[in-house]
């Protein structure tokens, strides 16, 4: 936005209140095309990349110079962020929803150290994302005296590139168009993930000497997933026939709906049983009869109930399926494996390298499928409809298991007239979203899958794959921006931890007027780690009291509610009964369908539902 004048509030005021019309630049005429960060940016356009999320920095002033006053800022739209954290976290979360990348701008090495965190994050969630960092001149010879000698760094992108899909640093505008094309080719080809495209001082303010042409995108356009081979599909189809008791159990998947109709025929047709896990985004429909254990990470009774009964497992691209294995049998690793028939689908060894371990344990596999979940799905269902199977299967095996959500037995009320639990908090948060159409961007950590009733591939988006406290509000924040228009609450549930670590990100929120609400699970503690110092305490026969020391954020108590209305959120009092959490979210309901943001601190006592360590508190022996 311009800056206000005195004599033209009125006029600033309503160019504020169109939320297109935030932050125009003025007095533009007919841009041309003459520097090479022009260049640069003129293939961003041409690659409809919405928004690029940044904070500012002198490395890349040539390019956020083409941005504004070449492309007018609009396609892509700056977003203007806090901390460079949050630039990537909001990507994350709008990546999530559209499987689409947003586009970031880092400040040389220093902006590309403070976002390191989330970019290592996405790469874990599988966001596709595209990053523009800068750094030089990388010819001495143009540097500024000091600040560019600092902010020059060789291989900038060594710092990241563990982490992500691929990097280039471009010598020439003409490179950088090709550069830039593939930085969207490979961020798009799954598995997603995250790129880096580094632009040299030098060539964003070097004046263009010859004409650049930029060709159709279209014809540098993402190949479709690869497909199954028939064989495949045939030993797939044999192996459904022959198995008493089929278990799904559906991870990383698709955003889209026609994707989630196909998952439940799939499994209707076959009559398998369904697990979700409660931190991959919403996969099948959770009040399903099919789905028969709550969602879960570390597998709870039923579902470990679930998996020994299952003769045969197909694992869509489960996140951890060694791991799960070894939780629900009590197997050892790869010497051991699962006696089983199993079933993997997943694309992940293309982009697994030797620095991250977030590929998991290794899992025997009898049926391997190089494609992705639902390319695998699509086909089985052609078969299975040229071969005229029946439409529905029912497994007398599978209608005899009581479904998990009857299983409650009243047992969701939360209990009235005290201090909430988090069981108590997430009863009401369920209560509440019955009603309408709600995306959770996030759930805390503890929340119990009890509370997850989901009926859309939107309505969870996923936590975070890298374990990464402080991306909560970027996320949920990022899941807006992507949802702003579509009818949905967006609700991201964070604990006060990943609150307070990325509670800048609100401000964005504001400045773009995204429709949010974010609820906090205020325990007063990272209590996962209380969890932790508990475990340890009792492992070596020490005084397990004391697992609160360098734990607890409660002297002085902070005022979460002000953190959040001093970035323009609407707040009110803390609340610490159902009963007035239940009113604070139907308050906040309101404010956020009028376009507004509301900010709910909900004071918990501290613990999980289960009243157990969290899952990444196990230490991986069978209990
Ligand atoms: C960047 C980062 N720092 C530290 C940790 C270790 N850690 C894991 S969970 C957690 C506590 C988070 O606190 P909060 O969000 O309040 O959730 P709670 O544990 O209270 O449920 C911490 C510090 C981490 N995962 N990531
Ligand atoms: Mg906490």
């Known amino acids: 936005m311009k800056p206000a004048t005195a004599s033209k509030p009125a006029e600033t005021n309503d160019r504020r209140s169109d939320k297109n019309q935030i932050d125009r630049p003025q007095s533009l005429g007919k841009p041309q095309m003459k520097w090479g960060s022009d260049v640069v940016a003129e293939v961003t356009r041409r690659l409809d990349l919405k928004y690029i999320a940044l904070v500012p920095g002198a490395s890349y002033r040539g390019f956020h110079d083409s941005i504004v006053n070449y492309l007018g800022n609009q396609n892509p739209q700056m977003v203007i962020c806090l901390h460079e954290e949050h630039a990537v976290s ?37 966001t596709p994302m595209i990053i523009f960092g800068a750094t030089g001149p990388v010819d001495a010879h143009r540097r500024r005296p000091w600040i560019d000698w600092i902010h020059t760094s060789k291989d900038q992108a060594s710092m990241i590139r563990n ?38 001082v030098g060539l964003q303010e070097s004046p263009l000497t010859e004409e650049i042409s930029i060709p159709d995108p279209a014809r540098f356009a993402p190949a479709p997933s690869p497909a199954v081979p028939r064989t495949s599909l045939h030993k797939a189809l044999k192996a459904i026939d022959k198995a008493k008791f089929p278990l799904i159990l559906m991870g ?68 951890d399926l060694g791991g799960v294995f070894r939780l629900a049998l009590g197997t050892a690793q790869t010497q051991e494996p699962a006696d089983k ?54 497994r007398p095996e599978t209608k005899n298991i009581a479904h998990w959500n009857d299983a409650l037995n009243g047992k969701s009320s939360p209990a009235h007239g005290k201090i909430m639990t988090l069981w108590d908090m997430a009863m009401t948060v369920r209560e509440f979203a019955k009603k309408r159409p709600v995306t959770f961007a996030r759930l805390p950590l503890g929340w119990p899958g009890e509370a997850c009733e989901f009926d859309s591939p939107l309505s969870f988006m996923g ?35 990943d609150y307070l670590m990325g509670v800048n990100a609100l401000w964005t929120a504001s400045h773009f007027k995204i429709p949010v609400m974010i609820v906090c699970a205020d325990n007063r503690s990272y209590f996962n780690d209380e ?93």
């Open 90 to 126: 909001i990507a994350d979360g709008y990546g999530k929803v559209t499987e689409r990348p947003m586009a970031v701008a880092l400040h040389s090495n220093v902006g590309l150290m403070h976002a390191t965190m989330p970019i290592f994050n996405a790469w874990c969630d599988r």
């Open 463 to 497: 936590n975070d794959g890298g374990g990464a406290v402080g991306t909560g509000p970027g996320h949920t924040i990022g899941t807006a921006l992507a949802l702003k228009d579509s009818g949905r609450l967006t609700v991201g549930v964070i604990g006060d931890g």
């Open 252 to 319: 990383r998947v698709s955003r889209r709906q026609e994707d989630w109709d196909r998952r439940v025929r799939f499994a209707e047709m076959i009559g398998a049983a369904v697990l979700t896990s409660s931190n991959d985004p919403s996969a099948f429909p959770t009040m399903h009869p099919l789905h028969l254990a709550a969602p879960c990470l570390r597998p709870s009774k039923a579902a470990t109930a679930l998996i020994e009964k299952a003769d045969l497992i197909i694992s869509l691209d489960w996140l």
């Open 163 to 200: 982490y992500i899909k691929w990097d280039d640093q471009p010598a020439s505008p003409q490179a950088a168009v090709e550069s830039v094309l593939r930085a969207n080719q490979i961020a798009r080809s799954a598995p997603l993930g995250p790129v880096y495209v580094c632009l040299d």
């Open 341 to 394: 028939m199993i079933l993997h689908c997943s694309v992940d060894s293309y982009r697994t390298n030797g620095w991250s371990m977030d590929h998991q344990a290794m899992p025997a596999v009898d049926i391997p499928i190089h494609a992705e979940s639902d390319q695998f799905v699509a086909q089985m269902l052609d078969e299975m409809d040229d071969k005229k199977t029946p439409k529905v299967k029912t």
């Open 531 to 623: 969890m932790h110092q508990e475990r340890v305490a009792q492992m070596r026969s020490r005084p397990a009291e004391n697992r609160w020391i360098g734990q607890r954020i409660d002297d002085p108590r902070v005022d979460l509610v002000a953190m959040a209305r001093a970035q323009g959120f609407d707040s009110e009092a803390p609340v610490s009964t159902p009963e007035a959490l239940a009113q604070a979210l139907k308050k906040g309901a309101a404010v956020v369908a009028r376009g507004g943001r509301y900010f709910i601190d909900s004071v918990i006592e501290p613990g999980y539902a289960d009243s157990g360590p969290d899952q990444r508190a196990g230490d991986g022996k069978k209990k």
